[in-house]
């Protein structure tokens, strides 16, 4: 996941939307990890940007999930 734009195309992807929450979340969860070490690793300012950006969503998607995880677990 080199953009923003890639983190969501794949979480819009129709084999994403296919699979059951839970499996949905773990993949929103693994992206999310990812994106944070790469943040934390990058030493390029442009680079770091760019990911920060594409990990600020991932971090957003990963919260929506968890809220909807909640409202399903009432």
């Known amino acids: 996941f080199k953009t923003r734009k890639d983190v969501q195309e794949t979480f819009s992807s129709s084999a994403f939307k296919s699979k059951s929450h839970k499996r949905q979340s773990q993949i929103i969860n693994l992206v999310e990890q990812r994106l944070r070490a790469a943040v934390k690793n990058a030493k390029d300012p442009k680079t770091k940007k760019r990911?920060?950006?594409?990990?600020?969503?991932?971090?957003?998607?990963?919260?929506?999930?968890?809220?909807?995880?909640?409202?399903?677990?009432?």
């Open 51 to 74: 990911l920060k950006t594409a990990h600020t969503y991932a971090k957003q998607r990963k919260a929506d999930s968890k809220a909807k995880t909640e409202r399903m677990n009432r």
